[in-house]
Every structure is written in C-alpha cells, then in structure tokens.
C-alpha cells in the first residue's frame, strides 16, 4: 500500500481478503481463513482512512472557498467571488462523497 490511503486499493484489498477467507472456509485452511480476515480488515481500514482524508480535503475547499467568496464580495472583485463560490462548491461535493453512511 502507499503512504496514501486509497479507496480503489482499500476495495480491493477487502475483496481479496474475503475471498481468501472464503477459500479458506471452503478447503478448511484455517490459516488461509486468517490471512482473508486479517487483509479484509486492512482494506476496510484503508476505505475509512481515505474517506476520512477526502472529507477533510472537502472541507478545506469549503473553508478556503468561502474566505475567497467574502472578500472578493468586500472587495468588489467579482472572479475572486466567482472562483471562491465554485471552490466551496467543490468542497461540498467532495464531502458528500465522502461522508460516512451511518
């Protein structure tokens, strides 16, 4: 894994421990049952942490977004206003993709 937690990789990596897991279940390898829990586990840890990360991110554009939107509005510079808009926008979407379903 890199340093970078990813949702493509945490995926993919508690798929594959499942599968493992089930393979082991199927053939009786308790070893093999273990080596998929424990990959599984990994990769549902990954998914968390970059859903986590993509959060914060979000709300670092919608914070950054909204001080450029204000004082492009105080100021009268209406591209920054614009681009502050859009950025807190972006956050927004960043968030809702990356909120948690509880």
């Given at each position: 894994?890199?340093?970078?937690?990813?949702?493509?990789?945490?995926?993919?990596?508690?798929?594959?421990?499942?599968?493992?897991?089930?393979?082991?279940?199927?053939?009786g390898?308790?070893?093999?049952?273990q080596?998929?829990?424990?990959?599984?586990?990994?990769?549902?840890?990954?998914?968390?942490?970059?859903?986590?990360?993509?959060?914060?991110?979000?709300?670092?554009?919608?914070?950054?977004?909204?001080?450029?939107?204000?004082?492009?509005?105080?100021?009268?510079?209406?591209?920054?206003?614009?681009?502050?808009?859009?950025?807190?926008?972006?956050?927004?979407?960043?968030?809702?993709?990356?909120?948690?379903?509880?």
């Amino acid at each position: 894994m890199s340093s970078d937690p990813s949702k493509t990789s945490g995926q993919f990596h508690s798929t594959k421990g499942t599968v493992k897991e089930s393979l082991g279940n199927v053939f009786g390898s308790t070893n093999l049952q273990q080596k998929g829990k424990t990959e599984h586990a990994a990769g549902e840890a990954e998914y968390n942490a970059a859903r986590a990360q993509g959060y914060a991110e979000g709300t670092a554009d919608r914070v950054t977004g909204k001080k450029d939107q204000v004082v492009g509005a105080v100021t009268g510079d209406r591209s920054q206003e614009a681009s502050g808009n859009l950025r807190q926008d972006k956050g927004e979407a960043k968030q809702d993709v990356n909120k948690s379903v509880f």
